[in-house]
């Protein structure tokens, strides 16, 4: 367990209008973080289509309201991951979500903060985290270990849902994008590797977060260092969306093209 403590992410909000200073600072702290700058009726609607499918499963309790993301208790095998369940299979086809990473918004501030023609990765990621699955948890990392092809891989991170602390968020370490690749261990947590939490206290760097709200966007360089922190409510499902962007003329992996996972569900 990490003892660092976390700190609160600063909002670009300011810079909207000045792509120079933009660029500027995710170049510089390897982050941006904007609040409200998302289509919140549309990620509502994505919401709905994940919960709905975690639902059929038997994961949501619908004596609440299926927006409220309310747990149902029941249990995930213990033998399956997120990743390669059945639930996830169907999440990587919904048309709302995957229509999502060309919407107006992403599209235009990827392409001026690249100043390039962008291409959207077809790996995109739609997570739902149950309460209490710690181990489970994203333990820190570089995209770029996962996602290859170019570092200048940009990774937006996306609450589907107000997202407060406990229900877990995710914290980047500014300026760790300067630090080039640290090594990677076979860890707990999804993905199954990461950078120890003892070489992260090391790095003298804090980790930032915040109480995400619908609307709000996180996005980071290949090379930030990041790392989700555990859903510790009570019963509330945490949903999550990743989309990842990269000029059109930089190398690109062969797995960015296809959707997550296909290695694991086409066996
Ligand atoms: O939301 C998570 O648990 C992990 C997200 C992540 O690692 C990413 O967006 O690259």
Not at 215 to 224: A, E, N, P, R, Y
Not at 262 to 267: L, N, S, T, V
Request: with cysteine; glycine share 8%.
């Amino acid at each position: 367990m990490s003892t660092q403590l976390e700190h609160e992410l600063e909002s670009s909000n300011a810079w909207l209008h000045d792509l120079p200073m933009l660029r500027n600072k995710l170049k510089e702290d390897g982050y941006l973080f904007f609040r409200g700058i998302l289509d919140v009726q549309a990620l509502e609607q994505i919401r709905e289509d994940m919960l709905e499918i975690a639902s059929e499963y038997g994961y949501v309790n619908r004596d609440a309201p299926l927006a409220d993301g309310i747990y149902s208790g029941q249990s995930f095998p213990t033998s399956t991951k997120f990743e390669t369940s059945p639930i996830y299979r169907r999440i990587l086809e919904l048309p709302r979500f995957n229509a999502f990473g060309s919407s107006p918004v992403l599209s235009l501030l990827l392409s001026g903060l690249l100043d390039s023609e962008i291409q959207e990765h077809r790996r995109r990621i739609g997570r739902i985290t149950l309460p209490g699955s710690f181990k489970n948890t994203t333990p820190p990392h570089q995209d770029y270990f996962y996602i290859k092809g170019t570092p200048d891989t940009f990774t937006c991170w996306i609450p589907a849902g107000n997202c407060p602390g406990e229900l877990g968020g995710l914290a980047v370490m500014p300026k760790s994008n300067h630090l080039g690749m640290l090594e990677h261990e076979p860890m707990q947590g999804t993905g199954g590797h990461g950078v120890s939490h003892e070489r992260c206290e090391q790095l003298g760097l804090p980790w930032l977060t915040t109480d995400f709200r619908i609307g709000d966007l996180l996005m980071f360089h290949g090379h930030t260092l990041h790392k989700a922190l555990d859903n510790r409510t009570e019963d509330r499902l945490r949903v999550s969306l990743e989309y990842r962007f990269q000029r059109k003329e930089d190398e690109i992996d062969p797995g960015s093209m296809d959707y997550h996972m296909k290695g694991a569900f086409d066996k």
